[in-house]
């Protein structure tokens, strides 16, 4: 394999000008240049990111940990960061948990030997363990999004979930129901006590009895969509309509009634959240709460290269708000 000796000596001049035009450091003459980049071609040199990183100290990479889910949130999430990644020239090497803390802690370490550039943490398991993140490596500039740990120092890109929660609920009091109920993701997870808590706001305002029959707790997938309804099913009466706090619950919700022989719209309004895309594509089209997934993804890492190039020492908190998208999933009383 050729080295940038070996152009240098091709060519007839110093491994330093090589250097300089390929890396547009310092101006070299045409001809030189021309000469430089016809070596290139000729000896198939390829510069060494191993080596530019020893010496520029840097490595324009960076890690990402996310939370393994089938949950298309993730997915659009890191579709963002991605993009965003490369319109920088930025790697990303990105590492699922698997929803396990020996694994995270093992990707942890990985990163940090591969000398990341900055960190993205999307990992919800992390939320009640002590995340002592630079134990045995020097800390690195690290963004926490939406899902991620709570308490850790760190830039933060987050939705506002509490008025997500007031917003499904109020459009569903907008459209004549008084008898709602919401299935919450995990208690345990702040986006799901934010969701409820916009639930209880929207519902208080409205002079709205809340019916704790009516409230139960899954898992954010379609299965704890299935499960909760069930709970709601065994313990007698139905509302008219349920805020259900993500798409994946909200599709498990939709199933399990049809099998039921319970018709959403008409026996029952189903409000959901993220706005995932195949939240359309169901039947019926889901009502929910978009999310800007994409940008969240574009803003962390907008933020990581801010930490990194002003070198500042503040944490950030950025907030990104959430909207109503009206589809077929809500029948007007």
Excluded at 114 to 121: A, I, Y
Excluded at 196 to 212: D, P
Excluded at 216 to 244: D, H, I, M
Aim: glycine letters at 6%; one cysteine or more.
């Amino acid at each position: 394999m050729a080295t940038i000796k070996d152009v240098a000596k091709h060519v007839g001049v110093s491994t330093s000008t090589v250097s300089h035009v390929l890396n547009k450091t310092r101006f070299v003459s045409e001809d030189i240049s021309t000469r430089v980049l016809a070596a290139v071609d000729e000896l198939n040199y390829a510069p060494s990111a191993l080596a530019r990183s020893l010496k520029v100290k840097n490595t324009r990479t960076f890690g990402m940990l996310v939370t393994t889910s089938t949950n298309p949130f993730f997915g659009e999430v890191v579709k963002g960061v991605e993009r965003r990644c490369y319109e920088y020239g930025y790697n990303l090497i990105l590492c699922n948990t698997e929803g396990d803390i020996a694994r995270m802690h093992s990707n942890l370490d990985t990163l940090l030997q591969k000398r990341v550039d900055g960190l993205l943490l999307m990992c919800s398991e992390v939320d009640n363990e002590e995340f002592n993140l630079f134990a045995r490596h020097q800390p690195v500039p690290t963004v926490v999004m939406d899902w991620g740990p709570i308490d850790f120092p760190s830039d933060k890109i987050q939705d506002n979930s509490h008025h997500g929660g007031y917003l499904a609920t109020r459009h569903l009091i907008a459209q004549g129901h008084t008898q709602i109920g919401c299935l919450t993701g995990p208690l345990d997870k702040l986006p799901a006590q934010q969701r409820l808590s916009g639930f209880v706001q929207a519902m208080e305002e409205a002079g709205l009895t809340i019916n704790k029959s009516w409230i139960a707790s899954g898992n954010f997938e379609c299965e704890g969509g299935e499960k909760a309804f069930e709970e709601l099913y065994a313990r007698g009466s139905l509302p008219t309509a349920l805020f259900v706090c993500n798409d994946m619950m909200a599709m498990g919700v939709i199933n399990t009634a049809n099998k039921k022989g319970i018709s959403v719209p008409n026996d029952i309004s189903i409000v959901g959240y993220d706005d995932i895309k195949l939240a359309k594509y169901i039947t019926p089209s889901l009502t929910t709460i978009h999310q800007p997934k994409h940008r969240l993804g574009q803003q962390a890492v907008d933020t990581l290269l801010d930490k990194i190039q002003s070198q500042r020492e503040t944490n950030l908190i950025i907030q990104l708000e959430p909207t109503l998208v009206e589809r077929d999933s809500v029948k007007k009383m």
